[in-house]
């Protein structure tokens, strides 16, 4: 691996965001639709929090129990907002950061996403996935 290459090539730039007042429902189904396990929640381009997958499975324990777990998770998800529920102190990186940097910063910290912002603007996210599969590659 070497060891100055920038998160850049291998973050992904298309993002899909969440904004404060969107319902935990609506996260949930960018979640399942677009096969992704964190979703930035941004104000103006920049960056509030951010919510994963296991956020929802926290406060929504009734997808291993129910068959009718669809109406039972909006009426739970009703019970929350947003704010409630992402991470809030979410640490960022920016587009100077090395790969090896961030694949450091994951082994320190509880996360497996990292928001790329520049100038205050959330412009990338970096996961433990595309590190994955930036080492297997190698």
């Known amino acids: 691996m070497k060891d100055n290459v920038s998160v850049t090539s291998i973050m992904t730039k298309n993002l899909i ?3 404060a007042n969107d319902e935990l ?11 992704i396990r964190h979703i930035p929640v941004v104000e103006n381009g920049e960056i509030i929090g951010m919510l994963s997958f ?18 039972v998770d909006a009426e739970v998800y009703n019970l929350f907002t947003m704010r ?15 790969i090896k940097q961030a694949a450091s910063m994951f082994l320190e910290g509880e996360f497996h996403a ?5 100038t205050g603007k ?17």
Do not use: C, W
């Open 17 to 19: 965001t969440l904004k």
């Open 25 to 35: 429902s609506h996260a949930e189904s960018l979640f399942k639709k677009n096969k």
């Open 54 to 71: 296991t956020d929802l499975l926290r406060i929504s324990f009734v997808d291993a129990v129910d068959d009718d777990a669809e109406d």
């Open 84 to 98: 409630q529920v992402m991470t809030k102190n979410v640490v960022t990186i920016t587009a100077e950061t090395t």
């Open 114 to 118: 990292l928001p790329v912002v520049e």
């Open 122 to 138: 959330i412009t990338g996210i970096v996961t433990t996935t595309d590190l994955l599969r930036y080492f297997i590659s190698e």
